[in-house]
């Protein structure tokens, strides 16, 4: 596991060669693709709790309402996407709108994680987990090193928003870096929403200065591309290009980044910026991602024609596949 995750991006392009020869003997193929690395599962629990699973007809009418492994499969399976990486949402159970003390939120946040490992578990060939914490959480260390030391996920998932990270505050900073520090410990990949909201160039200089660098030699993958929802002054693109300015002049400290493209282009974006920021930074460094259940595969993939690639960059696109999802 720890040679797989330590596997050069270059791994990628792999299977691009025969992809690509099927493809044009057969041009209008339905288009496939090799992974969504941006999927989210969610337990009966945590649907009641938050009262916002989606009430879908490609969803398992369960009851009591919950996302299962076998809603991320069907909803795979009708967008032609092979694999799925599923991002435990066990870090939800911090929101303040939730209401629980710290000694309930870490009971619920083990068993949220335990949750998706089970489900995940389910079709090993077809899923991968990541757990997740809320990082300014007392509890969240310790949570860090209990699946550190298993083997059912592949890596840890934070949100900075929903657990009201604010990277100008330095005890802030310090306590995320904590856990990056911890997970790359173990030689575990991460996939991290830094943006949204008010989230700026500025504090995504702030991210990679001062905190990326606690990942070591872990995979970061940066959610959504750097952006998220609302995206307030254009902030997602300005914040992609941060990263790119680092990417561009090979700064070490951003040499493992991923970006994922789920919701990219978000509706206020601009999607002429976005393509031009993405070839300026490298295909290599882009990935598919949906955020499964809020959207279906198949809409990410109609959301990502808006950026107008060419067919060529559409097919690269579907064929990358991070070290851990294939
Ligand atoms: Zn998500």
Redesign the pocket.
């Known amino acids: 596991m720890i040679g797989l995750r330590r596997t050069s991006v270059l791994c990628i392009f792999l299977a691009l060669l025969p992809f690509a020869t099927a493809q044009s003997s057969n041009a209008r193929a339905v288009q496939s693709w090799r992974a969504d690395h941006?999927m989210?599962l969610s337990s009966a629990d945590l649907c009641a709790r938050l009262g916002d699973c989606p009430d879908c007809e490609c969803l398992k009418s369960d009851q009591p309402p919950a996302v299962l492994a076998a809603d991320a499969i069907k909803a795979l399976d009708d967008a032609h996407v092979s694999k799925g990486v599923i991002?435990s949402g066990a870090y939800l159970y911090a929101r303040p709108s939730v209401h629980l003390s710290a000694g309930e939120t870490a009971k619920k946040v083990r068993l949220e994680n335990e949750f998706t490992a089970a489900e995940v578990a389910k079709y090993p060939k077809r899923l991968v987990g990541f757990f997740s914490v809320n990082p300014l959480q007392d509890s969240a260390v310790e949570e860090v090193r209990y699946w550190g030391a298993k083997s059912q996920f592949a890596g840890l998932k934070l949100h900075f928003n929903a657990s009201a990270v604010n990277v100008r505050n330095a005890e802030d900073r310090k306590k995320v870096s904590r856990i990056l520090a911890e997970a790359a410990k173990k030689g575990l990949p991460m996939v991290i929403?830094v943006g949204g909201g008010n989230f700026n160039a500025s504090d995504a200089e702030l991210f990679i200065t001062e905190i990326l660098p606690s990942a070591g030699d872990s995979w970061v993958q940066i959610?959504h591309a750097g952006g998220g929802m609302p995206s307030r002054n254009g902030n997602n693109l300005a914040v992609l290009r941060t990263f790119g300015d680092h990417i561009v002049r090979n700064d070490p400290r951003t040499r493992r980044i991923l970006f994922d493209l789920?919701f990219v282009p978000a509706p206020d974006d601009s999607p002429q910026g976005f393509a031009q920021e993405i070839r300026r930074i490298g295909f290599k460094h882009f990935v598919f991602g949906s955020?499964f259940s809020?959207q279906m595969p198949s809409d990410a993939i109609v959301n990502l024609k808006r950026l107008g690639l060419s067919a060529e960059e559409m097919q690269t696109l579907s064929q990358n596949c991070a070290p851990w999802a294939c």
């Open positions: 941006h989210h991002l929403h959610a789920s955020d809020v």
